[in-house]
C-alpha cells in the first residue's frame, strides 16, 4: 500500500516550520546576533518548505501554497525514498545552519521542537519491509 502524504509526523513538523517562520520575536526586542541567527533559521525552515512542496505539491495547496497545483504527488517507492531523505538531511543539516545558543527565546524553542518532531519522525518512517503507520492505517513496505 502506497503512503499518501508524510504520515503523521510531517503535519507536525509542518505547523513547526510555519510557527517558525511566523513567530520569531520581534526586532526592538533582539539583539544584533540574535536577529541574525533567526534569519538564517528562517531561510533554512523557507528552503525546507519550498523542497517539501515541491516533492508533495498536494501539501502544498493544503498549506496554501499554489505554486504547484498543476502537478500531483508522486507516490512512486522512489519518491517516498527521496522525501525520507530530505528530512534526514535537513535534520542533519539544522545543527549546522544555525547557532541555537544565538537564537532568540521564540526562534530557540521552535528549532528544539522542529528537531525533536523530525527525530520522531524520521524513526518511524523506515522502508526497510517492516510496518509503519501513516494517517491511521498500517502500511507495509
Known sequence: MSRR????????????????LL???PAH??????????AKL???FRDYLDAWFRAEPLAATRLGDHRFDDRLDDLSAGAREARD??????LAALAAAVDPAALSPTAGSTARSSSTTS?????????????????????IT
Open 5 to 20: 502524504g508524510g504520515g503523521p509526523m510531517r503535519p507536525r513538523l509542518t505547523c513547526v516550520l510555519l510557527a517558525a
Open 119 to 139: 527525530r520522531a519522525r524520521s524513526g518511524s518512517t523506515s522502508t526497510s519491509g517492516r510496518s509503519r503507520t501513516t494517517r491511521g492505517s498500517t502500511a
Open 85 to 90: 531523505a530530505l528530512d534526514r538531511e535537513t
Open 29 to 38: 526586542a533582539q539583539g544584533e546576533r540574535e536577529r541574525d541567527e533567526d
Open 23 to 25: 513567530g520569531t520575536a
Open 42 to 44: 528562517e531561510a533554512f
